[in-house]
């Protein structure tokens, strides 16, 4: 006899990819903590045993085998619940984006995903099959439609979709999507959507956590027949998230959790981003050099956050061109934020390079070579501390410089894992004041964001003698990098055609560049490398 009231435990976890044996072992542990609670079914997310996205470990026949022995063990202890759980399976040589329905100890049934992404971040048919077939989960008591992220988001639904839905209670959709800015109301659009085209409930699970350059929200959610958000999982945290499923009547919205957004929202996801590289990869504290400018300082602001003010150094490396201003700057951020903080000269390093390379460079005026050869100085220092005392090094580099390629490699471009890459400069600014309003008032002084940007690597030197204004060069990045517009009409939108015409040819010119800059944490729709993946050697222009 079927049964109208469900209880239903989303659990949001953060696997680590290829931890097979430690995500399995976090899979029972909710399993566990979930039938305590008397659940009818738990929801685990997409690829949950392996991790998302694993990539070419997938690749690997073992890797394949052993995710499945995980799954057989998942299923020998799960409890009375039923489960869902994301894996990969594997038939007749091809592997597949698969959820595993257990049951009575046993895998009941197993739903192949049907649309594969590969746009953006997503490689997927590079690995998996498609599958064909739409599943009804039958259970006696209740029954449900089973599918995989992408396949909610597509305009198709698959073979014998409209019929499975017709029979189901509800549908499960278990997730990998990962978060960039207004993400967040473009999925609750899509799956409200088709809550209300189909008339069911649907149960939305998503991975939350760090993976390299990926963040996942989390922010699991029940959707209503009529496409409302009925309740929602944390933002940015795991969560074993349990609700009641009322089939017999239209619930009304009751969320537990505070709704984030705007700032905060971008916040969160570049301390989680942060967190979790430093976490998952083995370190504990990190290094970033402090300038006295808006970077580094909002890089000192999340890395504190992120991880603790006792794992965190900040070095300044001023030299004969740094201003008074800038190097006081420096202290009072490290002294607010109460981090360890050393200030190491350059000078005596750049005047023995300058003495070294002078018989060579005779008859030649001072330029960019000299500039660079300070920001590599400065990044060889931090280098050295990492090497010596095991630090991962936070690169501060925005998006608006390595766009335009106003960096210098192994300099300021130098580091393990860089922070604010897919923050454009206005944005930094932006998080850096929501920072000041946020906690602790001042952390940031005020002349940090009146004074205008500059590298300090020759005397009364600004960023705009090079680059475009940065509210005009964010601009131009949006249409061209963001949206991939053309030249003729960003000159429509913008003006200014010798600007940019400029502005396109640096962008163009520094792929080479941004192929050697540290991995870094997506938070725009087009972040550089695997979602805009341009030819280095490459002689179209848009000009």
Known sequence: MAIKNLRIAIAQINPVVGDLDGNSRKILSCIKEADSGDVDLIVFPELSITGYPPEDLLLK??????NLKCLKKISQEAGDAAVVIGFVDEKKGNIYNSAAVIRNKKIACVYHKIHLPNYGIFDEKRYFKPGLENVLVDTGAFSFALNICEDIWAEGTGHNAER?????DFLVNISASPYHIDKIKEREKVIGAKARRFRIPIVYCNLVGGQDELVFDGRSALFGKDGLVIAEAKAF???LFIFDLDLSKRQKPHLKTK???GHEEIYSALMLGLKDYVRKNNFSKVALGLSGGID???VACVAVDALGRGNVLAISMPSRYSSIETQKDAEIIAGSLGIEFYKVSIDSIFNSYLSTLSPYFKGSKPGVVEENIQARIRGNILMAFSNKFGYLVLNTGNKS??????CTLYGDMAGG?????DAPKRLVYELAEYRNKKKEEGVIPKSVFSRAPTAELRPNQKDQDTLPPYDFLDRVIDLYVEKNKGFEDIIREVGREDIVKKTLNMIDRSEYKRRQAPPGIKITPMAFGKDRRMPITNKFTPI
């Open 61 to 66: 026949p073992h890797f394949i085998k052993e």
């Open 164 to 168: 499975v839905l017709k029979k189901a």
């Open 237 to 239: 945290d795991e969560d």
């Open 259 to 261: 709704p984030i957004s």
């Open 296 to 298: 580094s300082a909002l």
């Open 401 to 406: 410089e390595t766009s335009a390629g106003y």
């Open 417 to 421: 894992f860089s922070v604010i890459k």
